[in-house]
């Protein structure tokens, strides 16, 4: 506003926690200490800690991996062998919530193995039911050129299924998601 003077600064009040010289007392440990509780602190020298926990990603992750592969033969029998559009979108469905729900595992892991953030296992989840989903489209349009196909791969992907293919990814990464934040599956 106009014709008012800019105020002063006024001085927080004393108070009983400040010492007579004026410092502020200081706290024995830093507030945010707490949130890294879970984390060992290396010893000095060693560059590294020995008590730190494995990550629960590897287990999870090599299970995630063979439902992907397997995943991956059952639309290549779907698509190429059986020649059918009819049960793509379903298997991959299946497939991405398959591995979502295995990896899963990562983020709430059994024993005392670092878990892995809900995100992660998502991203990766999805990476896995993408992955299955392209291998297996790759194999068959391979599998149609060795049986005397022409086509190139968008080309015969586009002819011999049309959208189904992007259906598939689309199914396949949503099912990927909603596994990872389901999950986990117990053994």
Same mark, same amino acid.
């Given at each position: 506003?106009?014709?008012?003077?800019?105020?002063?600064?006024?001085?927080?009040? /004393?108070?009983?926690?400040?010492?007579?010289?004026?410092?502020?007392?200081?706290? *024995?440990?830093?507030?945010?200490?707490?949130?890294?509780?879970?984390? /060992?602190?290396?010893?000095?020298?060693?560059?590294?800690?020995?008590?730190?926990?494995?990550?629960?990603?590897?287990?999870?992750?090599?299970? &995630?991996?063979?439902?992907?592969?397997?995943?991956?033969?059952?639309?290549?029998?779907?698509?190429?062998?059986?020649?059918?559009?009819?049960?793509?979108?379903?298997?991959?469905?299946?497939?991405?919530?398959?591995?979502?729900?295995?990896?899963?595992? &990562?983020?709430?892991?059994?024993?005392?193995?670092?878990?892995?953030?809900?995100?992660?296992? /998502?991203?990766?989840?999805?990476?896995?039911?993408?992955?299955?989903?392209?291998?297996? /489209?790759?194999?068959?349009?391979?599998?149609?050129?060795? *049986?005397?196909?022409?086509?190139?791969?968008?080309?015969?992907?586009? *002819?011999?299924?049309?959208?189904?293919?992007?259906?598939?990814?689309?199914?396949?990464?949503?099912?990927?998601?909603?596994?990872?934040?389901?999950?986990?599956?117990?053994?």
């Amino acid at each position: 506003m106009a014709g008012t003077e800019p105020r002063k600064r006024q001085s927080a009040p /004393a108070t009983a926690d400040a010492s007579a010289d004026g410092a502020a007392r200081r706290l *024995e440990r830093p507030p945010s200490e707490r949130y890294a509780a879970g984390q /060992a602190e290396p010893a000095p020298g060693t560059g590294g800690s020995s008590t730190a926990s494995p990550s629960a990603l590897s287990g999870p992750l090599v299970r &995630a991996l063979l439902v992907g592969a397997l995943g991956t033969l059952a639309l290549f029998v779907v698509g190429a062998l059986l020649a059918s559009t009819a049960g793509l979108l379903f298997t991959s469905g299946a497939v991405g919530g398959a591995a979502g729900l295995v990896l899963a595992r &990562a983020a709430v892991p059994l024993g005392e193995a670092r878990p892995v953030s809900r995100r992660t296992v /998502a991203r990766l989840s999805v990476a896995v039911a993408i992955a299955a989903v392209a291998i297996a /489209a790759i194999s068959t349009w391979a599998f149609a050129r060795a *049986e005397g196909g022409n086509l190139g791969l968008v080309d015969y992907l586009l *002819e011999a299924f049309g959208l189904f293919v992007p259906g598939e990814v689309v199914i396949a990464a949503a099912a990927a998601v909603w596994g990872a934040n389901a999950g986990p599956v117990q053994s």
